[in-house]
C-alpha cells in the first residue's frame, strides 16, 4: 500500500488538508463579502464633473442643519421657510431610514445623492440670498396657476406695461 512506508495515512493527509483549507476558506468567504459589498457601491455618477461622494449621508447632514440653522433668521411663517423645513425633514427621514443609495434616490426622486449634495449646497446660498432680499416683506400676490391663464394672457403683455411705455 502506498501509506505504508511513508508514515502519512489516507487520513492523516485529508485532516491536514482540512486544517490547511480553513484559512483559505475564511479569506475566500471574506473575500465574496467585501465583493458583494463593493458591488452596491457606486463607481460613478455617470456626470461629467460630478465625483462620487461616499460619505453623502455625513455630507448631506451638515448641509441640512445649516441650512435649518439659518432659516431661523426668516419668519416662521414664511412660505418659503415652510416648504424648505418640509422639505428637507422629508429628505433627512428617507436618507437615516434607508440603506442603500439606490433606494434613496428613488425614493426622494431628486437625482442622484451626489446631486442632492449639490441642491443642498445651492439651497444653502439661496437662504442667503432670501434674508438679504427680505423676500417675506413683500407684498402678498396670489399664486396663479396655469389653468387661470388664457393663451392670450401668455402671449400679449399686460395693459399696464403698455401704457407706461406710451
Known sequence: ??????????????????????????????GASRVA??????????????????????VLGELYAQTLSE???????????KNVEATIAFRREVI??????SDIEKKIGGGQ????????????????KMKEWRAWEGEKVPVQTDKEFSSTELMEPPQSLLEEEN
Open 37 to 58: 459589498s463593493a458591488a452596491a457601491a457606486k463607481e460613478s455618477t455617470g456626470v461629467a464633473g460630478l465625483a462620487v461622494e461616499p460619505n453623502f449621508r455625513q
Open 96 to 101: 437615516q431610514n434607508t440603506e442603500d443609495w
Open 71 to 81: 432659516l431661523e433668521e426668516i419668519p416662521a411663517d414664511a412660505e418659503y421657510r
Open 113 to 128: 445623492v451626489e446631486e442632492l449634495i449639490q441642491q443642498a449646497r445651492d439651497e444653502l446660498g439661496l437662504v442667503g
Open 1 to 30: 500500500s502506498p501509506d505504508a512506508g511513508s508514515g502519512f495515512s489516507t487520513a492523516r493527509c485529508c485532516n491536514m488538508l482540512r486544517t490547511v483549507s480553513r484559512p483559505f476558506r475564511a479569506l475566500a468567504a471574506a
